[in-house]
């Protein structure tokens, strides 16, 4: 996400945390991706109090910026708080975590932008705890379905890199052995009194394969946008289990208990 759109990104990590109301976790460590100032924060640091923060840091965010919003929500975090660039992990694909080190992946409107959302749920379950959870959102393929519907002459659009409905991403969930994955999705409607506002936010939301700037001049323009926004959460449970082929799952012989009778009779 970009700056003009830092709110919708702050309003949907708030729902987010509503959302784990009900979800009993024992939370040591969380790891937050993408990380960025906002007021949710205040929210973790209250649920969390006692957590250590590991986050990948969104690019463009300045590190007095992002440090002065962790003094005001709590000042103790920042001695429990592991931060690294985002950019980092998408040049390698990996985390900067070992394996079995967090208990929760908390993951705001990022996975759309992924070329391939499975290699994230890899790393999520290699990090991850056994009893851990994932949650996340994303936008799904229906955002911008007004800008969508134009002539393609008047404004030229981009495919999400990963146009995922809530059922691909519950069958991937399953097929990285993530438990009980919970899928939801609502619209979210945005009115806009001018073509220039619609026009940043589009492009803050990378739906515009040109810069807005450089669009159609003369394009009549709808006066609202839809987003369709996706949550889902899911838990890592049997770790030690292999990963299953041919709907077979295969354990290590180690993990295979042998009981003994005794002599005695």
Known sequence: MTQPIRWLQDEIADRMLQKLDIVKLDVKDVLIVPDFPGKHLAS?????????????????IATFEMWRSKVMVNWRSLFRRNSSSLADYLAKGKFNLPDNSVDLVFSDLLLQDLPDPQYFLQECWRVLREGGLITFTYLGPDTGKELRALETSLITLKALLSPWDMHDMGDALLGERFSDPVMDMEFISLDYQSDELLLIDAE????LEIPASEGNKNAVLPKKMTLEVIYGHAWAVGKHLAKSQDNVAYIDVNQIGRKTRSDSA
């Open 44 to 60: 973790f640091a209250k649920r969390y109090p006692y957590a250590n923060i590991h986050s990948l840091t969104e690019p463009g």
């Open 204 to 207: 803050a939301l990378k739906l």
